[in-house]
């Protein structure tokens, strides 16, 4: 798992730490980003985030693109999604038809 960018204390520990009361905060030039790297292809259905507009404010996304490839290089947009104020866990699939997706990276 890799971060664009991280505030102190509120990096990729607290955001897989499954506490609601802590987060990924960047810090840093938008476009803000979550890579997750495999060590062979994976299939892929979907990504789930906890969004909470009540606690993040301006900082909870509105908008989330999702890529995927074989490498950092070959990443293509695979599916994009909009919010208006979430307050819940969101899932992110990774196909319109619900089938998995194979990649090394999302």
Known sequence: WTLSSAKPG???AQLRDNNFNT???S???QPHKITIQFN???NIH???LYLDFE???SYTPHKILLLAGT???NMQEIMNFTFNQPQRWVKLPLTEDGRSYRAHVV
Request: proline fraction near 5%; aromatic fraction near 10%; charged fraction near 25%.
């Open 23 to 25: 987060y990924w905060q």
């Open 46 to 48: 979907s990504v789930m």
């Open 27 to 29: 810090d840093g030039p």
């Open 55 to 57: 606690q993040d404010e």
């Open 10 to 12: 509120n990096g990729i």
């Open 71 to 73: 490498t950092l290089h």
């Open 40 to 42: 062979k292809k994976m």
